[in-house]
């Protein structure tokens, strides 16, 4: 399958979309999105708009059983992105709140085999959102190069709140990268100085080492300076002068006694000789760089010979995330355009949807407050009645026993 929309101006094709999809035509998903059968307990997606909602009738892919792993992907025409810019885009949505799961996606080459998807499947790149309590909620940015996976040095913040929000991994041909969130620039850079997939352009010098003259020291004692005399004389501690022996000591049979040590005031403690600049000091050594052999120049980085396939290949303690609005294209600018639609379009009948919703569960909260103390009432009454009657019993019989 190849979806292609190309953006028109002037009469020039500007821009190829090599995959697009928003599930607007209902259950016609289930056959391009293809369950993988590498094992037979993975968790099922169903199309569903969830329950925080602008628009009913708009669904995604969303995650539908808790403590699963997922595997299921969607094939493209095959292409390369030599020579093009290219964007990687989807929507996340987590409806649930999520605790602990993926948000993200994976790439990959054409000759990918959907059936087979699994947790070890090579890819070209993963991207999005990873949360798992309150230490993990970054943004994934890993490729895979020459046969190794090479993770983002930099540390990029996800959202998570319960809201729809586009991710975006920009490629460009420069070696250059960029990360949007609801196309908003959050992370740029260089691929070559963000990810270690290239050894790097200098190393330290294995010949050289620090002399062994090396001055390290930035002060030294004064030589003029020297410990006053007496500065040794008075104790550390000294009998406490305020003591008083108890009334009932017995030296028989408790000793002699002795009044406790307490820090003495006049101690001085160790001398030290006043530290003054060393005039020998050269200041910290630097271990000086040479070429490094071993560093190749790669102008193609941010290119892969393979695209073919996008998958969701993700863990979930807590179900109910919502994904939508996948677009690979060549077109950087215009997926920008896109996410911001898609956010607009959403968000502020999302957050409408979000506040009935904790309204009316504060509400119901109330009144099952309301309802317990009520309850809580009716036992203080019923229990003083039986006070008032078992008083009344016990009187009655103090009475005869009186008599």
């Known amino acids: 399958m190849k979806l292609v929309f190309p953006t028109l101006l002037a009469g020039v094709a500007l821009a190829d979309t090599y995959f697009k999809d928003d599930f607007s035509d209902g259950d016609a998903w289930e056959s391009r999105w293809i369950q993988s059968k590498h094992k037979d307990d993975y968790g099922a ?53 999520i605790d602990c799961g993926g948000g993200y996606v994976k790439v990959f080459p054409a000759d990918f085999e959907p059936e087979d998807l699994h947790g070890e499947s090579s890819y070209n790149l993963m991207f999005g959102p990873d949360i798992c309590g309150y230490s993990t909620k970054k943004v994934h940015v890993i490729f895979n190069y020459e046969g190794k996976n090479h993770l983002i040095k930099k540390e990029i913040k996800c959202k998570d709140d319960q809201f729809t929000h586009v991710y975006t991994l920009a490629l460009r041909q420069d070696n250059t990268y960029e990360v949007f969130i609801d196309g908003e620039s959050e992370k740029k850079g260089s691929l070559e100085e963000d990810w270690d997939m290239l050894a790097p352009k ?3 010098d294995p010949e050289a080492k620090k002399p062994e003259d090396w001055v390290n020291d930035k002060e030294i004692d004064d030589p003029e300076d020297s410990k006053p005399e007496g500065w040794d004389d008075e104790p550390e501690y000294v009998a406490d002068p305020d003591a008083e022996k108890p009334e009932d000591w017995d030296e028989e049979m408790d000793g002699e006694w002795e009044a406790p040590m307490i820090n003495n005031p006049e101690f001085k403690g160790e001398w030290a000789a006043k530290k003054i600049p060393n005039p020998d000091y050269k200041g910290p050594w630097v271990h000086p760089m040479i070429a490094n052999p071993e560093y190749k120049e790669d102008a193609n980085l941010y290119s892969y010979d393979s695209w073919g396939a996008i998958g969701l290949d993700l863990w979930q303690v807590k179900s109910g995330t919502i994904f939508d609005n996948f677009l690979i294209n060549d077109d950087i600018d215009a997926a920008i355009a896109e996410a911001k639609a898609v956010v607009e379009a ?41 006070d008032i009657d078992d008083d009344f019993e016990d009187d009655e019989f103090d009475g005869h026993d009186e008599l």
């Open 202 to 204: 200098e190393i330290k």
């Open 346 to 386: 959403s968000r502020s009948g999302e957050e409408a949807a979000k506040k009935e919703i904790d309204d009316a569960e504060e509400a119901a909260a109330k009144a099952a407050e309301a309802e317990a103390g009520e309850d809580d009432d009716e036992d203080d009454e019923d229990l003083d009645e039986e």
């Open 45 to 97: 997606f169903d199309l569903h708009a969830g329950k925080i909602v602008a628009d009913a009738d708009n669904k995604g892919l969303r995650t539908s059983q808790d403590a699963k792993f997922y595997a299921r992907s969607a094939k493209f025409d095959g292409f390369s992105n030599a020579g093009k810019d290219i964007a990687i885009q989807f929507s996340v949505k987590h409806d649930q709140k």
